[in-house]
Nanobody
Framework: QVQLVESGGGLVQAGGSLRLSCTAS????????MGWFRQAPGNQRDLVAR???????NYADSVKGRFTILRDSAQNAIYLQMNALKPEDTDVYYC?????????????WGQGTQVTVVS
């Protein structure tokens, strides 16, 4: 029902910046949280940043002050501005949409985009 397409990953030196984009298409319902997660091989998928339909924003402690999540509701898109990147930010980043309806949460994921930060 919902497709998420990501772009913007790449290789950057420590201290540099990247901007990730995620665009949702398909059947978009009213109540959605959208966010970014990251996952390294063998690890769990962890929240990086989330923005709700009400505009509430949550960041992982490790990225506070460095990353900014933005939402363009008109275009069903979110962005992750990543500044002051560190090697430990290296991961595959996944766009996430949670749709809440009928008492359930419907979870959708983007395909993932690789972010690599080198010293």
């Amino acid at each position: 029902q919902v497709q998420l397409v990501e772009s913007g990953g790449g290789l950057v030196q420590a201290g540099g910046s990247l901007r990730l984009s995620c665009t949702a298409s398909g059947t978009i319902f009213d109540v959605n949280d959208m966010g970014w997660f990251r996952q390294a091989p063998g690890n769990q998928r962890d929240l990086v940043a989330r923005i709700t339909s009400d505009g509430d924003i949550n960041y992982a402690d490790s990225v506070k002050g460095r990353f900014t999540i933005l939402r363009d509701s008109a275009q069903n898109a979110i962005y992750l501005q990543m500044n002051a990147l560190k090697p430990e930010d290296t991961d595959v980043y996944y766009c996430n949409l949670n749709n809440f309806r009928a008492g359930s949460a419907f979870i959708y994921w983007g395909q993932g985009t690789q972010v690599t930060v080198v010293s």
